[in-house]
């Protein structure tokens, strides 16, 4: 059974247009161990129903894996932008400009693409996994998750244990940035649930070559 979005009370407002509060002095940092930590400002773009909406209309993937013995679908759809592409709703252009110029001098360097997942119902899922293809196996990055839509829990634990798992409810309009060592020393996942849940998108933007 798959529930029904339910828009925002400030989507609900005639007018209501899509808007980034700032980010300066309201996010909320986390420093994780070895390294690593998240940063989490909870409805970042306000009036985003209309980019929900967007994101929904797509061209949305389904992929298929080699897992052990077989070939598996991935439970959830996907969509990557390379740096070229024109995002699908202004918006998300904008919230990229926004998040380059606040983690300008930390990162170094600019967010480029932008991944998009669709979790369909709560059925769709992603495991334990670290984003380490690419530059993040041997050096500290950002990725910087908005997330639309029916909120979900995201999962972070350390890679060597003894520390217990941290669970992030991200919803519509959300903003969490996972930093420093986080990709190579730190897993996250977002889980199956059993409850009735609508459709969730998130968008992770990266710097080149993080993957």
């Avoid at 839509?149 to 003894?162: I, K």
């Amino acid at each position: 059974m798959t529930g029904a979005y339910q828009p925002s009370m400030l989507d609900l407002m005639p007018g209501s247009p899509d808007a980034l509060t700032a980010l300066t002095g309201r996010l909320t940092r986390h420093q994780l161990t070895a390294g690593a930590w998240v940063d989490v400002l909870p409805g970042w773009l306000t009036g985003s129903d209309t980019v929900f909406e967007t994101l929904l209309g797509i061209d949305w993937r389904a992929e298929r894996r080699q897992m052990y013995d077989g070939v598996v679908d991935v439970p959830r759809l996907l969509r990557w932008f390379g740096g070229q592409e024109t995002l699908p709703h202004p918006a998300l252009t904008e919230a990229k400009a926004a998040l380059n110029a606040h983690y300008a001098e930390e990162l170094g360097e600019e967010f480029v693409t932008a991944g998009m997942c669709l979790y369909r119902d709560g059925r769709d899922s992603v495991a334990w996994h670290g984003d380490t293809l690419g530059r993040s196996a041997r050096h500290d990055t950002m990725i910087a998750i908005v997330s639309f839509g029916s909120p979900r829990n995201l999962l972070l634990r350390p890679r060597a244990g003894e520390h217990e798992t941290l669970r992030f409810s991200l919803g519509h309009g959300d903003l969490i940035v996972m930093g420093g060592s986080c990709q190579r020393t730190w897993e996250h996942a977002v889980p199956k649930t059993a409850r009735a849940v609508g459709p969730r998108v998130s968008v992770q933007f990266r710097p080149a070559g993080v993957a």
